[in-house]
């Protein structure tokens, strides 16, 4: 069954701090990985792997350049999950 947006926040939130420490609360739709939440490719690629996992989906390398924004990943995995 599809998430809800916010129940895929909540838990990218829960990934991006358990990789990076950023605190989840911070992790918001229109936050930047790379400019607000200073998310280097590595962390990146991490933080894909267990969102892929979690959320039981796939998410090719050639999409993830596209996740700019914490809105972009949430809206690819709910449309991933559909």
Known sequence: MAQSEQEILQGLADIVNEETGVD?????????????????SLSMMTIVVNAEEKFGVRIPDDDVKNLATVGDAVKYIQNAQG
């Open 24 to 40: 989840a609360a911070d992790v918001q739709l229109d936050k930047s990985f790379t400019e607000d939440l200073d998310i280097d």
